[in-house]
């Protein structure tokens, strides 16, 4: 059983900040990547940011030099960071994990972070 649960959402100004955490609970197997994910409607949900268990990361070219993804493999929490938000990051953000050898992706519930111009 997997169970994503997240934190930290809500509304902040154009240049604010707000930092999100997700806390996964995972019986079968040791986590290899974490993730997050943004989706507006209409669009398809998009990467945001990724860590890997060797602390690897990647992010999408829109929030690279704001956003910082981290992870704590002994609480199998990952957190992201948000600085210098602007209304294009207005989206509900999702946490999402996988398991080693595996693409299959394990979704929290999501989170809706509102950026106000």
């Known amino acids: 059983q997997v169970q994503l649960v997240e934190s930290g959402g809500g509304l902040v100004q154009a240049g604010g900040s707000l930092r999100l955490s997700c806390a996964a609970s995972?019986?079968?197997?040791?986590?290899?990547?974490m993730a997050w994910y943004r989706q507006v409607p209409g669009k398809r949900r998009e990467l945001v940011a990724s860590?890997?268990?060797?602390?690897?990361?990647t992010y999408a070219d829109s929030v690279k030099g704001r956003f910082t993804i981290s992870r704590s493999n002994a609480n199998n929490t990952v957190s992201l960071q948000m600085n210098t938000l602007k209304p294009e990051d207005t989206a509900v953000y999702y946490c999402?994990?996988?398991?080693?050898?595996?693409?299959?992706?394990?979704w929290g519930q999501g989170t809706q972070v509102t950026v106000s111009s």
């Open positions: 995972v019986m079968q197997f040791s986590i290899n990547t």
């Open positions: 999402a994990i996988t398991a080693p050898g595996s693409a299959t992706l394990y």
């Open positions: 860590i890997t268990s060797r602390r690897i990361t």
